[in-house]
């Protein structure tokens, strides 16, 4: 586990004042006001949010700063983030995210399930109806 940076103290700092939802974009011009980054801020600002999200350094080291502070241990405030934008958890926002996340990952498991048993039956015998299907099964191209 890696220590937190002085950059993720500071978006987490800024995280903690918001109460609502907050786009990246706005929370990368949060940080660089409040550290008097004044050129990366003019820059950032004069950007659109889809220029901000397709190549944009500053999006990417608030992006790292979030994960950052999930996975550590030192924070206690769950950061969550999606098409909304990034804002600490409450209670039933918390539970509602982790409702999905389950129901998402049991979904993903179902169809890697499927996927690895057909990968499994390659070359097995079965039995044949109509002269269409194969007496043996084919899961892979050849």
Avoid: P
Avoid at 5 to 24: A, G, H, P, R, V
Avoid at 55 to 84: F, P
Wanted: hydrophobic content about 35%.
């Amino acid at each position: 586990m890696q220590d937190l940076t002085t950059i993720d103290w500071q978006i987490y700092n800024i995280l903690k004042e918001q109460t609502d939802w907050i786009s990246q974009k706005d929370l990368a011009l949060l940080y660089l006001q409040k550290n008097n980054y004044q050129t990366a801020y003019e820059e950032c600002l004069a950007q659109s949010s889809a220029e901000f999200h397709n190549n944009n350094q500053i999006r990417k080291v608030i992006t790292k700063s979030i994960r950052n502070l999930n996975q550590s241990d030192t924070t206690q405030k769950i950061i969550l983030s999606g098409s909304k934008g990034v804002k600490i958890a409450n209670e039933e926002e918390f539970d509602l995210y982790i409702e999905r996340q389950m129901i998402a990952v049991k979904s993903k498991i179902g169809r890697i399930s499927k996927i690895a048993k057909k990968g499994n039956r390659n070359g097995q015998c079965r039995i044949t109806f109509g002269k269409y299907e194969r007496d043996f099964i084919e899961a892979f191209k050849e």
